[in-house]
């Protein structure tokens, strides 16, 4: 059906994942701007990722620096390329704490792309023993409003985190209003089999977010925290609806220990079998926001 439309891969390269669970997940800056390069050579066209700072507790004032050191670096070879960073969700903090290193990329002229989380969830995992209880995570609606206005008056590309039904209805009831950042990148979240947040990763789950979607031309992209996006035929589903789809080792629980560009390799190759070549960086915009 959407055979011909270009294919946008974002590489997630680490999030909190440790060397002990994939010896190839990158850490480090050096590590971090090797992985984004070859990511890139691979087919993805934006990349994401995170420093040693947490999601969840202390500090939840995350530092600009080692963002700035990887990144200036990368855009020497790809100046077109973006990317983005984290944010904690500790909701203890205030906003513009959390918040506060991103404004600080922007005015340091190195931020491509901003991130929201469009709401707050219970987050938990599924243990031996039964469901482990994590912090909530994320953002009260009136947070997600005042990101939405920083971003559209900083006119960024934004990576919208949409990790459970709410988020979006929250996110359209802004578009609707004219209040979503104009080039928005909707990013749907579901759940891995450990994951006890978000809508599973399978086909009805994909067509009630395509349904909420609707009409409004938003571009969206899907991932499986806590699983594996291709192998669960999610990716498939993704490319057949005309969406896009994000890989790395911050979300993948699949079988073995592939590196970063495996992933993304993998994602152009099932691409390319449904008529879909992956953009590089500099063809992104058009590709997404037209």
Known sequence: MNSGKPLVIEAAVNGSTAKQLNPHVPRTVEEIVASAMVCVDAGAGIVHNHNDEPNLGAPSIHSADPYEAAWSRIREVHPGLLMHPTTSGERSAAIADRFSHIVELHRRGVLTMATVDAGCFAMAVDGPEGPVSLSPFGNSAADVG?????????????????????????????????????????????????????????????????????????????????????????????????????????????????????????????????????????????????
Not at 165 to 193: D, E, M, V
Not at 223 to 249: E, F
Request: charged fraction near 15%; include cysteine; hydrophobic fraction near 45%.
């Open 146 to 290: 005042h990101l939405f206005g920083w971003c559209r008056e900083v006119d960024l590309p934004l990576h919208l985190s949409i990790f459970e039904p709410g988020f979006l209805r929250l996110a359209l009831a802004h578009h609707r209003a004219g209040r979503l950042p104009k080039r928005t990148k909707i990013q749907l979240y579901f759940g891995g089999p450990t994951a006890l947040f978000g809508l599973p990763p399978t086909q009805a789950s994909l067509n009630a977010y395509v349904e909420m979607i609707g009409a409004t031309g938003l571009p969206w992209m899907v991932g499986v925290p806590r699983g594996d996006v291709l192998g669960s035929g999610l990716g498939a589903a993704a490319l057949r609806a005309g969406g896009h789809i994000r890989v790395g080792l911050e979300d993948y629980a699949g079988p073995g220990q592939p590196a970063n560009e495996e992933l993304v390799g993998r994602a152009v190759d099932l691409g390319a079998g449904h008529g879909r070549a992956a953009v590089p960086p500099d063809d992104v915009a058009a590709a997404l926001w037209g």
